[in-house]
Antibody
Framework: QVQLVQSGAEVKKSGASVKVSCKAS????????MHWVRQAPGQGLEWMGRINPNSGGTNYAQKFQGRVTMTRDTSITTAYMELSRLRSDDTAVYYC?????????????????WGQGTLVTVSS | SYELTQPPSVSVSPGQTASIPCSGD??????ASWYQQKPGQSPVLVIY???KRPSEIPERFSGSNSGNTATLTISGTQAMDEADYYC???????????FGGGTKLTVL
């Protein structure tokens, strides 16, 4: 079955970087976009960006431009999200989520399935 | 930037129909998706492309999208449907995904 398994919880200091991994299985990794979404404690969902695992091309939300980098390693069907210059308000659960096939550049878009989430705690 | 607006909360009695609206400028010209999230769990897709339902999602979940409003409807609501629900769309102007703020559905 389609499955996304993320790396474990992280505790980081302000100003540091964090890199979260997302291991995909059960489908053609290069055939579907991979998205990253975060959720601060008690808050809603916030889209961070996506990567085309086939080409490596990325789209980032404007809010995270310059601070986020999404990469992938097709040999081990794993996607990565690195966030730099961490602040306390970056404390959140970070999810990877499979998007639609890479041939669809814009609409429609949906996410299924989602990873189990990775809690990143930023302390000062 | 494009925004999607949802009511913070909706209440429904067991067995009744719950409707959760999601509004955005000309949202009917885009595709809307909906996600269910229970406490401590990852979101789950319940509706995509406005009206389609993944095979594992019960038939009581349905969706519509017209004008400026997309709506998630849960018929014969059960206690297990109590959760947060998020709508989502694609903003072609910024090439980005947008989520609504979420609606807490209470079944009482």
């Amino acid at each position: 079955q389609v499955q996304l398994v993320q790396s474990g919880a992280e505790v980081k200091k302000s100003g540091a970087s964090v890199k979260v991994s997302c291991k995909a299985s059960g489908y053609s990794f290069t055939g579907y976009y991979m998205h990253w979404v975060r959720q601060a404690p008690g808050q809603g969902l916030e889209w961070m960006g996506r990567i085309n695992p086939n080409s490596g091309g990325t789209n980032y939300a404007q809010k995270f431009q310059g601070r986020v980098t999404m990469t992938r390693d097709t040999s081990i069907t794993t996607a990565y999200m690195e966030l730099s210059r961490l602040r306390s308000d970056d404390t959140a659960v970070y999810y990877c989520a499979r998007g639609v096939v890479v041939e669809v550049v814009a609409d429609p878009n949906w996410f299924d399935p989602w990873g189990q989430g990775t809690l990143v705690t930023v302390s000062s | 930037s494009y925004e999607l607006t949802q009511p913070p909360s909706v209440s429904v009695s067991p067995g009744q129909t719950a409707s959760i609206p999601c509004s955005g400028d000309k949202l009917g010209d885009k595709y809307a998706s909906w996600y269910q999230q229970k406490p401590g769990q990852s979101p789950v897709l319940v509706i995509y492309q406005d009206t389609k339902r993944p095979s594992e999602i019960p038939e009581r979940f349905s969706g519509s999208n017209s004008g400026n409003t997309a709506t998630l409807t849960i018929s014969g609501t059960q206690a297990m449907d109590e959760a947060d629900y998020y709508c989502q769309a694609w903003d072609s102007n910024t090439a980005s995904v947008v989520f609504g703020g979420g609606t807490k559905l209470t079944v009482l």
